[in-house]
């Protein structure tokens, strides 16, 4: 928690980056009647005044939650972007007021907080080190927060040989476009000023620089070569607003029609026997199907499968159906089925299996 006492008003409230899915904490101490706690982002301002006799905490994440109006869910990531800022990562304005009790400004702290759509578990660290996978020859992108100023890099075989400067503090989607016959990647964030640099890759990918600063590997992205319509590709943002993808194989689907019908009464002006009505009695019918795909990961370690339990409690679960005419990837909105997923303490590897709702289909309606 950060702090700072004005005119005896002590205010704290969270380090950045926080997560509108955790508890968002204000906490006031001092003498005073009311805090009013004032939350923007753009053109958008949500303001709400709690009664604090004497001090206290307040919890503010579902107005923060409220401020992420431009949320397109996949309707933000641009596969030709190689560094594009996520909507999944805003900066918050806040402004603290104590009042006293005839509502007469005693202190007021303006501030900012980057606020990311996620959160995070107890004990957990954001941003670490963690290990993806890229099918390659389907649209992949990778999740990384970098503080402003910074430099993302992209590596081959553990050699960067390409960098973008990070203008704004964010969470960005960083574009893996060419492996360049290269065995794995890595993103690497570099802070500090990047004076000189060099990147090779004529004969074995050369790095050369001079930092001032620090150079740290934050994601490495195994390679794994398939060809396109081998399986179901899907894509979901998970807790730490982050988008992961992963190819699952396609098992023997299921489809459900569920049936609804219920009688009422005719106008007996218009009754007519071709139809074989009862005399006052007819029936309106409608259909919908439903279609299931079982999908396997088979034989994941244990880092992948806790990454894959992320997709079936994600709000936003998209199916890769392929390119469009312009070669822009299509994708449809898809949920996963609830049910257990169990995981093995004591197995190396095992299976991930889920199933796979599809859209609804509309049929006929008689």
């Keep these: 928690m950060q702090s700072t006492t004005i005119n005896s008003i002590k205010f704290s409230w969270p380090d950045a980056p926080c997560f509108v899915f955790n508890v968002l904490p204000i906490k006031v101490e001092g003498t005073l009647a009311q805090l009013t706690v004032a939350l923007s982002h753009g ?15 307040v919890d503010v994440r579902e107005y923060a939650q409220s ?20 909507e999944a990562g805003i900066t918050i304005g806040v402004t603290l007021t104590a009042l006293d009790g005839d509502g007469v400004t005693i202190a007021t702290h303006t501030f900012t907080l980057f606020a990311i759509w996620g959160a995070l578990k107890a004990g957990e ?17 990778v999740g990384h927060y970098a503080p402003a100023g ?23 989607n960083v574009l893996i476009d060419d492996a360049h016959g290269g ?30 600063g620090t150079q740290t590997e934050t994601v490495r ?12 590709y899907l894509r979901w943002i998970d807790r730490h607003g982050f988008w992961n993808y992963y190819l699952f194989k396609e098992g023997s689907g299921t489809r459900s029609v569920a049936s609804e019908g219920n009688w009422y009464r005719n106008d007996l002006n218009q ?7 009862q005399q006052s009695a007819g029936r309106r019918q409608s259909l919908t199907r439903n279609d299931i ?63 796979v709702v599809l859209p609804e289909i509309p049929v006929q309606s008689l």
């Design 67 to 86: 401020l992420f109006t431009d949320m397109k869910m996949g309707g933000d990531i641009d596969y030709t972007d190689p560094v594009k800022i996520s």
């Design 221 to 232: 992205i195994r390679l794994v070569n398939r060809d396109i319509n081998e399986g179901i």
């Design 150 to 172: 910074s430099h993302v890099a992209v590596g081959i075989n553990g050699a960067p040989y390409t960098f973008e400067t990070v203008v704004n503090e964010g969470v960005y």
């Design 293 to 355: 795909i079982p999908v396997c990961a088979p034989l994941v370690d244990s880092d992948t499968f806790d990454m894959l339990q992320d997709v079936t409690t994600s709000p936003c679960v998209d199916m890769y159906l392929g390119l469009d005419e312009n070669d822009v990837p299509k994708w449809t909105a898809v949920t996963i089925e609830a049910g257990q997923y169990t995981k093995e303490a004591r197995r190396p590897e095992q299976d991930f299996i889920m199933n």
């Design 125 to 141: 660290r954001y941003n670490q080190h963690r290990t993806v996978t890229w099918f390659e020859n389907y649209p992949f992108t």
């Design 183 to 212: 065995r794995y990647m890595t993103i690497y964030e570099m802070i500090g000023t990047l004076a000189q640099s060099t990147f090779d890759l004529t004969f074995d990918l050369t790095f050369s620089y001079e930092l001032d």
């Design 43 to 57: 053109l958008v301002t949500k303001t709400v005044t709690y009664d604090t006799p004497n001090g206290g905490i």
């Design 271 to 277: 009754w007519e026997e071709i139809y074989h009505w």
